[in-house]
T-cell receptor, first 113, second 117 residues
């Protein structure tokens, strides 16, 4: 039973354009959501998070949107840069830091120069 | 910011031997440590959760006698893969949560690539 789903295994975007990565979840008890960037054979690097009391959080080129009624969140990267090419994981938990994260399967983003 | 140091980054061992992986929180107290493994092109799957001074809680399907977790201090947790077999070859990652100069949640180590031959 996959509680966090990233249905697009890969995404290609032109440099300078917007990248939109999507994530859906099934467990309504999740109240904290995070996005990580990961390269092969490295640990995940935290990008941005959002708690369920918000519907948007922005940090530089990264914005996360949360639609609780749809149990859907998305990560927007604009403008996309070649250095953004990596695998992006969506993760969710029931509280910040105290319970383990549940990860999606990841989306491989390729930003083409 | 919070840092979790994970060692070794890469290890190759013979089948039947044991391998120990260490995770240290460098500037905060890791009250909780999560251990994950990742197979190629798959998600990070939680193996176990450990709180300092307590026995680890293992996820269903994870053998506690095979994957020994020790979290004896607030800055160190270890995962020992005992009697390793080729099917244990994977990427193992720790994640720590705790307190220090603030609250630190979900800081990941850099991972350990284990290859059992």
């Amino acid at each position: 039973d996959q509680q966090v789903k990233q249905n697009s295994p890969s995404l290609s975007v032109q440099e300078g354009r917007i990248s939109i990565l999507n994530c859906d979840y099934t467990n309504s008890m999740f109240d904290y959501f995070l996005w990580y960037k990961k390269y092969p054979a490295e640990g995940p690097t935290f990008l941005i998070s959002i708690s369920s009391i918000k519907d948007k959080n922005e940090d530089g080129r990264f914005t996360v949107f949360l639609n609780k009624s749809a149990k859907h969140l998305s990560l927007h990267i604009v403008p996309s840069q070649p250095g953004d090419s990596a695998v992006y994981f969506c993760a969710a938990s029931r509280s910040s830091g105290n319970t383990p994260l549940v990860f999606g399967k990841g989306t491989r983003l390729s930003v083409i120069a | 910011g919070a840092v979790v140091s994970q060692h070794p980054s890469r290890v190759i061992c013979k089948s039947g031997t044991s391998v120990k992986i260490e995770c240290r929180s460098l500037d905060f107290q890791a009250t909780t440590m999560f251990w994950y493994r990742q197979f190629p092109k798959q998600s990070l799957m939680l193996m176990a959760t450990s709180n300092e001074g307590s026995k680890a809680t293992y996820e269903q399907g994870v053998e506690k006698d095979k994957f020994l977790i020790n979290h004896a201090s607030l800055t160190l947790s270890t995962l020992t893969v005992t009697s390793a077999h080729p099917e244990d070859s994977s990427f193992y990652i720790c994640s720590a949560s705790g307190t220090g100069k603030g609250n630190y949640g979900y800081t990941f180590g850099s991972g350990t690539r284990l290859t059992v031959v």
